[in-house]
T-cell receptor
């Protein structure tokens, strides 16, 4: 069966520091991969999606970037965090229709 | 108009009650529809897909009205464990991207 891992689970970072969040998927090949952010009390905002290695589409202009160095690995990065980057970051994969989420990383930028 | 609109609630219902959630979507080209459940501070989890003919999974029934661009979820015999936020989700028609509603919060009480 397929599983999706994200780490770390929680993170507290100062403004201006770098960020790297990692997501890996097991049990499937060539999945579509997604990064979402959910701000407190808000809906899910799609940040990036990838249909293959090295293929990244950005949905909204922002302070973040994404990379997909391997088929089942998706990384979210920032060179300098802003206060507004705080939120719940979720990675998801899909085969054809439904999306399945990892446990998420709760990021607080102070 | 939002792509996916839901009544945010909260819906406060006693155990054993029947509760219905509604959702409207704006993209007439959408082909896939889902309900997800999100517990507090957790990732969204797929509850059920929604098919044109309507579908049932135990106490849960989903309906789709393409002409009105309207989706519903009915929960019968509510349990305390049903307390969560229910997200209406619609595909965008490209790259398996989904649009999530902001969710309807359900609180089931004794």
């Amino acid at each position: 069966s397929q599983t999706i891992h994200q780490w770390p689970a929680t993170l507290v970072q100062p403004v201006g520091s770098p960020l790297s969040l990692e997501c890996t998927v097991e049990g499937t090949s060539n999945p579509n991969l997604y990064w979402y952010r959910q701000a407190a009390g808000r809906g899910l905002q799609l940040l990036f999606y990838s249909v293959g290695i090295g293929q990244i589409s950005s949905e909204v202009p922002q302070n973040l970037s994404a990379s997909r160095p391997q088929d089942r690995q998706f990384i979210l990065s920032s060179k300098k965090l802003l206060l507004s980057d705080s939120g719940f970051y979720l990675c998801a994969w899909s085969g054809t229709r439904e999306q399945f989420f990892g446990p998420g990383t709760r990021l607080t930028v102070l | 108009r939002k792509e996916v609109e839901q009544d945010p609630g909260p819906f406060n219902v006693p155990e054993g009650a029947t509760v219905a959630f509604n959702c409207t979507y704006s993209n007439s080209a959408s082909q896939s529809f889902f309900w997800y459940r999100q517990d507090c501070r957790k990732e969204p989890k797929l509850l059920m897909s929604v098919y044109s003919s309507g579908n049932e999974d135990g106490r849960f029934t989903a309906q789709l009205n393409r002409a009105s661009q309207y989706i519903s979820l009915l929960i019968r015999d509510s349990k305390l464990s049903d307390s969560a936020t229910y997200l209406c989700v619609v595909d965008t028609g490209t790259a398996s991207k989904l649009t999530f509603g902001t969710g309807t919060r359900l609180q089931v009480t004794l």
